[in-house]
């Protein structure tokens, strides 16, 4: 057996952390942030300890709140020039996937030249982007751990990767206040997200045994707690499990790569702008159904994980796990591909 495992990332969980971020800042010796972040996180008054903290630490900093979901290589490019010549010297990404993935990709154009669509693909990078501190506000991305960016090429309708080791934030803050008041809609999509990453990371042919580790025991995780973590705005345990199982399904996947799922939605995000956690939420079940012959062995494993009866044969339990994963976004209100307003059934060929 021959494979990598790599995590770039110092990870702190506590209840809290974020608003000690000016401590750990000076730490890396870092004394003037841009922080990217997005009008939701504003307005729900998630980043008031955090600038009390760079401000008791003596951090300077600016903000770009412009953020949007699925972020956009227009707006990366704008930000970066914006800030280029301000002498920052790291960035605090707060938000979910696309603050991150968007933080990700001004730090590359920080320390480059040109647009941001420059850098597309694998290992694109000439030296490291700036630093950055990733504090999530969704358990799902997993891109506070991950060295993968996302970008929406507007131009072409497009849903860019970049890749490059030199991509992962340099620390991440896993503070579960900060969840307590996430929409339920996008706790639910968010959290299906980091399923699919779980089952992706499991399923695909990239795995190793130290993502299958983690893949199993997120899928264990999120089976337990995604659906009280929504329903029940108050369980700080739930919340607080759900952000552990999304970053363990980050490392999980940053080294066993996604598939099929994530493929598909992301065809579809690029053209019509879907939720990327609701596109995968939509497309993970049949996505399942539709592979577990080739390997029944792992997706009936994936099912036991998902809490179905593991005495069943691995045929009946791999088929349980499919009704499980369309039970699971029916409770958790996910809509159905049909009940998306824009898809036009002429534009699938083109996706
Ligand atoms: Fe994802």
């Known amino acids: 057996m021959n494979f990598p495992f790599v995590l ?52 300077a900093f600016f903000e770009t709140d412009q953020v949007k979901p699925n972020p956009r290589s227009e707006d990366c490019n704008r930000i970066a020039v914006q800030y280029k010549n301000t002498g920052i010297e790291g960035l605090v990404a707060v938000g979910g996937g696309s603050a991150i993935d968007a933080a990700k990709a001004v730090a590359v154009l920080m320390t480059h030249e040109g647009r941001i669509e420059d850098y597309e693909g694998e290992n694109t990078l000439k030296c490291n982007p700036l630093p950055l501190v990733a504090i999530p506000t969704t358990a799902g991305t997993g891109s506070e751990v991950t060295f993968f960016s996302v970008i929406t090429d507007t131009a072409r309708q497009y849903k860019m990767s970049l890749l490059d080791v030199r991509l992962a934030p340099t620390l991440a803050l896993l503070d579960s206040e900060l969840t307590a008041k996430l929409p339920r809609s996008i706790a639910a999509a968010t959290g299906m997200d980091a399923l699919t990453h779980a089952i992706e990371a499991y399923t695909g042919k990239m795995s190793n045994p130290i993502s299958d580790a983690l893949a199993l025991h997120a899928i264990r995780l999120i089976s337990k707690y995604l659906v009280a973590a929504v329903e029940e705005r108050d369980n700080n345990e739930a919340r607080e499990q759900m952000l552990i199982a999304s970053l363990i399904a980050g490392m999980a996947f940053g080294n066993a790569d996604i598939a099929s799922v994530h493929c598909i939605s992301e065809a579809i995000g690029g053209m019509y702008d879907t939720s990327h956690g609701v596109a995968n ?71």
Not at 46 to 56: V, W
């Open 8 to 59: 770039p990332t110092k990870i702190l969980m506590e209840s809290g952390v974020s608003s000690k971020v000016g401590e750990h800042l000076k730490e890396l010796g870092i004394h003037r942030v841009l922080v990217v972040t997005d009008p939701g996180i504003k307005a729900a008054g998630l980043l008031t300890p955090i600038y009390a903290s760079l401000e008791q630490a003596g951090v």
């Open 281 to 351: 939420s939509i497309f993970l079940p049949f996505v399942f159904q539709h592979n577990c012959d080739a390997d029944i062995y792992r997706h009936s494993q994936v099912a036991i994980c998902l809490g179905v009866d593991p005495s069943l044969s691995e045929h009946d339990a791999a088929n349980a796990a499919v009704d499980k994963l369309f039970s699971m976004i029916r409770r958790l209100g996910i809509p159905k591909f049909s009940e998306l307003a824009s898809v036009k059934e002429g534009d699938l060929t083109a996706a």
